[in-house]
């Protein structure tokens, strides 16, 4: 099996409502993602998957829905309404579920899942230099659904 990865970071504030801590306010994270393939074979080129069509896609993606935006919970009525007034601020919503980072690794890795199939093996993201989660599939459950976790942007 060969394996490879790719690193994309994005800046971007969430909560975590109901949390008893101070991540139940809002704040910000530099977060670095690690996006990581998985073959059994190399292509006509010597490659797994073309790193640079990896990135870019990823990259826009990343860049227009959660990079200077406010990753909340979709039931996080108070500061939905609140930001939403606000004509610059970008928000991403997580159906029903909080913006942990959990949720953040699994959501990047439907998205990559999506536009590149199942030669996606897990998702790592960095929330701080010393904390990450990481999401990868049951070997049973090779193609996730959207779940629960499909957020959407929303314009304000
Ligand atoms: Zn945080």
Request: aromatic fraction near 10%; hydrophobic fraction near 40%.
């Amino acid at each position: 099996m060969y394996r490879a990865r790719i690193e994309l970071t994005f800046d971007a504030a969430h909560r975590l409502l109901g949390y008893d801590g101070k991540c139940a306010s809002a704040h910000g994270h530099t977060f670095r993602a690690e996006v990581i393939i998985a073959t059994r074979e190399l292509d006509n080129l010597g490659l797994t998957l073309d790193f640079r069509d990896l990135k870019r896609h990823l990259r826009a993606w990343v860049d227009e829905h959660w990079d200077h935006a406010f990753l909340l919970n979709d039931r996080d009525t108070q500061l939905v309404s609140a930001l939403g007034s606000v004509s610059e601020c970008k928000l991403y919503l997580f159906r029903d579920t909080n913006p942990s980072v959990e949720a953040v690794a699994h959501e990047l890795f439907v998205e990559a899942r999506r536009q590149f199939g199942t030669v996606i093996e897990k998702v790592r993201v960095w929330e701080t230099p010393t904390q990450y989660a990481e999401y990868e599939p049951d070997a049973i459950e090779d193609t996730p659904s959207a779940g629960p976790l499909t957020g959407r942007r929303v314009s304000t």
